[in-house]
């Protein structure tokens, strides 16, 4: 009784958001009134978060077919920045980097404000989060998994403050990135305490390896969360947030043979340990653009001439691509397998959330391995929803992270609060045809601001050579302004217009192209709408700020 409750609440939560009739029982003439919607019938929200999934995984997971089949895909949906710190602040409160003060991974040991959990603790982000509204408002909240670049602990170093507004906190701080050897939060009676998870000593079994991975006790603590409340009269909000497929950090694996991408040991050999792609059909043809010419990507000034070109160095060769790649989908399977085992777990009367912090590109447009840049393969995530009323189909909205924070909030019950720059998706699981969103905006900031990037040891030298820029995405094309001066308080404008059509890449920079004026200057003019939108911490966003995207 209790699922059956929450998923004809989330069916009259749908219709009252959309201005339904009513939500009753017919019988015959007259249709009985709605029941009042108790607390305990609001419906439960589990998130899976992935850390640098990139789109060419997806084909390799099947939770991800099985999602887009039974529930609502967004196949335009987009992140702030392709920075963990940076999008995952952006997730949590529904605000741009430049509301939330995050704009980079790292504070540089403190000597910085402009990123990592220092940057997101002094602004005020943890008390804006979503998940401290949604436990005021009654949810049950859980976090398991990765929190944010910085909120970390290790051997003789104090334990990072409590954050606010989850019920239960397992973080998993950053020594999983390398598989194993790690140690995990949990709060008791308003304290942190910790859990070390030993690694197993080389000469172990393969399961017994297996049974320590960062992906496995992760899932393990997702687990429990759920045990523990599938069956409370509350609600729940849990979010899941994975290492994988995140690289390992460390020039040197826990395991002699550990790869870069380093997967649990039952996924390490055979044709299949790919998922549903075969290995070995996995090739440099699943990566659009792969050591595509970088001179035709070369920033334009505002008045079309050529100017500094930042994409200068080697592009991956082909081998270490394609080895990345086949790794890297090894790793999304214990990711594949966790998710299908908690859509079977919670039934199609919860709402399940899979998304990623920001996309990864290997190759890709005559880049070396790593993210950051305003292009397709980086800032463009997997967005997929299934749960009560949740019409299956691909949707056109043009989606940003920071829509998730309002659509959580709505989906609980509450009106977003006005600070988000986000907008609700709720009324699209029920309407794929709507379409109230046209464009995303994107801000990057230069990362030698700061140093010290977690993925410094394999792609950090990437990281540091793109420029700061803001940018507008639509469905069919992109905008970049790019800053091509590093210096802090100096500017040089460089400009990046891409249209996406017969290639599915940044094939040439069309900026000058006068067959493309109306549609750059279109851009432009959405551009200098959005640098107006100056709204900070919780100051309130004006409509014309909600408006640019439309």
Request: proline content about 7%; hydrophobic content about 35%; charged content about 25%.
């Amino acid at each position: 009784m209790q699922h059956f409750r929450r998923a004809w609440a989330g069916l009259c939560l749908l219709a009252l958001v959309l201005g339904a009739a009513g939500c009753g029982v017919a019988t015959g003439r007259t249709t009985a009134p709605a029941p009042a919607a108790a607390p305990d019938a609001r419906p439960n929200v589990v998130v899976v978060m992935l850390d640098d999934f990139s789109m060419d995984l997806a084909p390799t997971m099947r939770s991800v077919q099985r999602m887009r089949k039974a529930g609502a895909s967004y196949p335009h949906s987009f992140v702030t920045d392709s920075l963990c710190c940076v999008s995952r602040s952006s997730f949590f409160t529904g605000q741009y980097p430049h509301q939330t003060g995050v704009r980079t991974n790292t504070s540089n040991e403190g000597s910085s404000m402009l990123g990592g959990w220092p940057a997101y603790d002094t602004n005020g982000n943890p008390e804006r989060a979503f998940n401290v509204r949604l436990q005021e408002a009654g949810y049950t909240t859980g976090f398991v998994g990765k929190f944010l670049n910085e909120y970390e602990w290790s051997p003789g170093r104090a334990l990072p403050p409590v954050v606010p507004g989850w019920s239960t906190f397992n973080t998993v701080f950053g020594s999983a990135y390398d598989g194993w050897d790690f140690a995990s939060t949990s709060v008791v009676d308003g304290r942190m305490r910790l859990t070390q998870h030993d690694a197993p000593t080389a000469s172990a079994s393969d399961s017994a390896k297996d049974k320590a991975y960062a992906g496995t006790v992760i899932g393990d603590l997702a687990m429990d969360f759920l045990s523990a409340n599938e069956a409370a009269d509350a609600p729940y909000f849990l979010e899941v947030s994975l290492y994988a497929p995140h690289s390992r950090t460390q020039p040197e694996g826990h395991y002699a043979d550990d790869p870069l991408f380093p997967p649990m040991f039952r996924d390490r050999a055979g044709e299949r340990s790919c998922g549903r792609v075969a290995c070995r059909k996995l090739t440099v043809d699943d990566l659009p653009g792969f050591a595509d010419r970088r001179k035709d990507n070369r920033p334009r000034t505002v008045d079309g001439k050529p100017a500094r070109a930042w994409n200068t160095v080697p592009t991956l060769p082909a081998a270490a691509a394609v080895r990345d790649l086949r790794d890297r989908a090894r790793m999304a399977q214990s990711a594949d397998r966790l998710i299908t085992k908690i859509l079977r777990t919670v039934g199609p009367e919860t709402y399940v959330v899979l998304t990623s912090d920001n996309g990864f590109h290997l190759g890709q447009n005559g880049l070396w391995r790593g993210k950051g840049t305003a292009y397709d393969t980086d800032v463009r995530v997997p967005l997929l929803v299934t749960g009560p009323g949740v019409v299956p189909g691909a949707r056109r909205e043009v989606t940003s992270n920071i829509d998730l924070a309002p659509t959580f909030e709505e989906l609980a019950g509450l009106a977003p609060a006005p600070y988000r720059s986000g907008l609700s998706l709720v009324p699209t699981l029920s309407q794929p045809a709507l379409v109230r969103q046209s464009y995303a905006f994107l801000e990057h900031t230069q990362q030698t601001l700061t140093g010290g990037d977690p993925d410094a040891a394999f792609s950090g030298a990437e990281l540091d050579r793109i420029p700061s820029y803001t940018a507008v995405r639509s469905r069919r094309a992109l905008l970049v302004r790019l800053d091509l001066d590093p210096r802090r308080r100096t500017t040089e404008w460089g400009y990046e217009f891409y249209r996406y059509g017969a290639s599915r890449w940044e094939k040439r920079n069309a900026f000058a192209s006068p067959k493309r004026k109306a549609e750059v200057d279109l851009l432009m003019a959405k551009l200098a709408a959005f640098d107006g939108c100056r709204e900070k911490g919780d100051e309130p966003v004006s409509e014309a700020c909600r408006g640019v995207r439309q």
